[in-house]
T-cell receptor
Framework: QKEVEQNSGPLSVPEGAIASLNCTYSDRGSQSFFWYRQYSGKSPELIMFIYSNGDKEDGRFTAQLNKASQYVSLLIRDSQPSDSATYLC??????????FGSGTRLQVQP | DTGVSQNPRHKITKRGQNVTFRCDPISEHNRLYWYRQTLGQGPEFLTYFQNEAQLEKSRLLSDRFSAERPKGSFSTLEIQRTEQGDSAMYLCAPDRESTDTQYFGPGTRLTVL
């Protein structure tokens, strides 16, 4: 079992809809979680991080963390075609280095 | 723009050759990480530095790999006797201590023929 798991997708949503991206992790000692966006051929770009249970909102993005269920999610409201990318979930699974999932590819249809 | 530069951006080499990559953060960051990413996968941790000290190395970092951060600012990653399996994007990520977050440079894409 991988330490951080994501559905590879693609997840397809229409423009203007809410995109929901999910991630589970196996190490209960994980403290903090990060969402990166990666366009094809580019390096990952940090868009959100969350340390505490609950929701954290930043613009159109909301990160949700449920440590009891070992579950992290990212909601993107009012999805735009420019949001089409691969979204990587990562956690500090007991060490400073990040452990990444394989990413979920999001396609926003105009 | 994360303020991190990596050079070269692309490197094509023949199997068995040595290659060296460089990472330059614009401002000083105490911690700096190296990751490797292959197609369809998330980045995988290779090693990290706290100032000049290399504090952790992944089991992915075979003895053909060596990394340095001589003055606690820029860092280099060398691969000796490259193999086709080394083909990947090599990413460095300085760490912003105020938020304990890592920001990736643009990466060096290595192709081993």
């Amino acid at each position: 079992q991988k330490e951080v798991e994501q559905n590879s997708g693609p997840l397809s949503v229409p423009e203007g809809a809410i995109a929901s991206l999910n991630c589970t992790y196996s190490d209960r000692g994980s403290q903090s979680f990060f969402w990166y966006r990666q366009y094809s051929g580019k390096s990952p770009e940090l868009i959100m991080f969350i340390y505490s249970n609950g929701d954290k909102e930043d613009g159109r993005f909301t990160a949700q963390l449920n440590k009891a269920s070992q579950y992290v999610s990212l909601l993107i409201r009012d999805s735009q075609p420019s949001d089409s990318a691969t979204y990587l979930c990562a956690g500090n699974t007991g060490r400073r280095a990040l452990t990444f999932g394989s990413g979920t590819r999001l396609q926003v249809q105009p | 723009d994360t303020g991190v530069s990596q050079n070269p951006r692309h490197k094509i080499t023949k199997r068995g050759q040595n290659v060296t990559f460089r990472c330059d953060p614009i401002s000083e960051h105490n911690r700096l990480y190296w990751y490797r990413q292959t197609l369809g996968q998330g980045p995988e941790f290779l090693t990290y530095f706290q100032n000049e000290a290399q504090l952790e190395k992944s089991r992915l970092l075979s003895d053909r790999f060596s990394a340095e951060r001589p003055k606690g600012s820029f860092s280099t990653l060398e691969i000796q006797r490259t193999e086709q399996g080394d083909s990947a994007m090599y990413l460095c990520a300085p760490d912003r201590e105020s938020t304990d977050t890592q920001y990736f440079g643009p990466g060096t894409r290595l192709t081993v023929l």
